[in-house]
């Protein structure tokens, strides 16, 4: 059996219905009860935070995916104690959802860092951006057909998360993949200015993209994030370190396929925006 958290994100969902395919049997963990589930899904409530409540998910199980919230640690979370029930509970094997900003120092290696001492198999998965992250602009392009942004013409390599569900599914069922790191891009580097046309194309009605300053942008993003972390965001986006501009070639090499296109992803997503 795989225990497959954050089950109900962008990553978990897919992931979820790619195993279930593959004839695995699953335990879908998540904070929340999930709205609907596929057939023969198991599904547990718990808070990894709370790491005694991931007990009785991993019984039986061989492999796990560790996915944190990003108010794992802001809650108290200590991914040093859920690895401990984890190995307790029989697990082998466990690939962790982490960040393509480890490798470049743009982001902390803590998680990597307990995963790599908990004794247990392990495979990292170091996504950049996710095409899904533009979800935020839904709203924008359905009521007034616009995205505002900033740095329009910086482009970064994002990321279909069905391709990082399915990177995940062959590094939870190979154990080929123990002791690897994948890094995870889409096919080619993509601006905020050309995601907009995209998004414009699928919905098949013109999106016009607003640059914000870095103020602006700064003033609506701690509206729901602490100021460090809105700082350190827009330090990124704004002048990305030449790693995470960076196509790497894992996906192909994982899937042997191509990663999908940021064009492709708004086509299948378009009624989110329309």
Known sequence: MIVVTGA???VGRPLVRELLAAGERVTAVSRRSPHDSPAGLRHHQADLAAP??????LDGAEALFLLTAGDFVARGGNLDDVLEVVRAGGVRRVVLLSSQGVATGDHPSELEDAVRRSGLE???LRPGGFHSNTLQWAGAVRAERTVAAPFGDVALPTVDPEDIAQVAAVALRDPGHAGRVHELTGPAPVSPRQ???AIGDAV???VRFVEQTR?????EMVRFMPEPIADATLDILGDPSPGLRRVSPDVERVLGRPPRTFADWAAR???AFR
């Open 8 to 10: 109900t994100g962008n």
């Open 52 to 57: 005694q409540t991931l007990k009785p998910a």
């Open 122 to 124: 392990w495979t990292m």
């Open 195 to 197: 995601q907009t046309a």
């Open 204 to 206: 098949g009605e013109p």
């Open 215 to 219: 103020g602006e942008a700064r003033a």
């Open 269 to 271: 997503n378009a009624s």
